[in-house]
T-cell receptor, first 114, second 113 residues
Framework: NAGVTQTPKFQVLKTGQSMTLQCAQD?????MSWYRQDPGMGLRLIHY???????DQGEVPNGYNVSRSTTEDFPLRLLSAAPSQTSVYFC?????????????FGQGTRLTVV | KQEVTQIPAALSVPEGENLVLNCSFT??????LQWFRQDPGKGLTSLLL???SQREQTSGRLNASLDKSSGRSTLYIAASQPGDSATYLC????????????WGLGTSLAVNP
C-alpha cells in the first residue's frame, strides 16, 4: 500500500533556483493539499485541490504554484527559491464521505534554500 | 476563527507511566478530530480519528476522547514505552471547508527507559 508518496525526501537549492516537489497518491482521493511545517508555527496550508483541474490557495501560497492534471498527482512548484522557503513540506490526500473526512500524509520533503 | 492548542508543549516521563496529552479547540462545530504522530525527521502518521458524534476511540494502548461542548480532546497513552517518543499533533477540519485542517503545534513526548 503506497498511500501518499513524495519525492525527493531531501533537497538543497540555491536562491533563485526553481524546482518541483512531486506528490502522488493511489487511494483515488479527490482532495489533495500541500503544507509546510516550520518550528513554532505548526503546519500551514500552501495550496489545495478538490479534484483534477481545480486548485485553490491556502494560507501561504506566495512563491508556489500547483496544478492537478490527474487525480493521482499534485506537484508543487517553487518558482524562484528563497531562504524563507526552507522548510519541511508535506503532501496530503483525503476522502470525503457524508461530510466526514480523514487525511493521509506523505513522508515529507526537507528543503533547504541557501 | 478556529484555533487549536496543545498542552503541554513538551513532556518527559519514565517508561511505564500512563500519560495524557491535551488538545483544545475554540469552535465546537467540528466534523471530527484527528490525532497524528510525527517521528523526528519523518512524516505524519494518523493515529486516531474521532467523529463528531463519538466520545472516544481506542487503538491498542491509545485512547482518544472528545468533548465537543468543552472544546477538548485528550490522548491517553497507557504503559508508555520508549518507542512512543515522538511529537503528537491534533487537527480539526475548518468549519468552512472541512478538508482544510487546523493544527495544534504538538506535544513533544520523550519516554525514558
Amino acid at each position: 500500500n503506497a498511500g501518499v508518496t513524495q519525492t525527493p525526501k531531501f533537497q538543497v537549492l540555491k536562491t533563485g533556483q526553481s524546482m518541483t516537489l512531486q506528490c502522488a497518491q493511489d487511494m483515488n482521493h479527490e482532495y489533495m493539499s500541500w503544507y509546510r511545517q516550520d518550528p513554532g508555527m505548526g503546519l500551514r496550508l500552501i495550496h489545495y485541490s478538490v479534484g483534477a483541474g481545480i486548485t485553490d490557495q491556502g494560507e501561504v501560497p506566495n512563491g508556489y504554484n500547483v496544478s492537478r492534471s490527474t487525480t493521482e498527482d499534485f506537484p508543487l512548484r517553487l518558482l524562484s527559491a528563497a531562504p524563507s522557503q526552507t522548510s519541511v513540506y508535506f503532501c496530503a490526500s483525503s476522502y470525503s464521505y457524508k461530510g466526514d473526512t480523514e487525511a493521509f500524509f506523505g513522508q515529507g520533503t526537507r528543503l533547504t534554500v541557501v | 476563527k478556529q484555533e487549536v492548542t496543545q498542552i503541554p508543549a513538551a513532556l518527559s516521563v519514565p517508561e511505564g507511566e500512563n500519560l495524557v496529552l491535551n488538545c483544545s479547540f475554540t469552535d465546537s462545530a467540528i466534523y471530527n478530530l484527528q490525532w497524528f504522530r510525527q517521528d523526528p525527521g519523518k512524516g505524519l502518521t494518523s493515529l486516531l480519528l474521532i467523529q463528531s458524534s463519538q466520545r472516544e476511540q481506542t487503538s491498542g494502548r491509545l485512547n482518544a476522547s472528545l468533548d465537543k461542548s468543552s472544546g477538548r480532546s485528550t490522548l491517553y497513552i497507557a504503559a508508555s514505552q520508549p518507542g512512543d517518543s515522538a511529537t503528537y499533533l491534533c487537527a480539526v477540519p475548518n468549519a468552512g471547508n472541512n478538508r482544510k485542517l487546523i493544527w495544534g503545534l504538538g506535544t513533544s513526548l520523550a519516554v525514558n527507559p
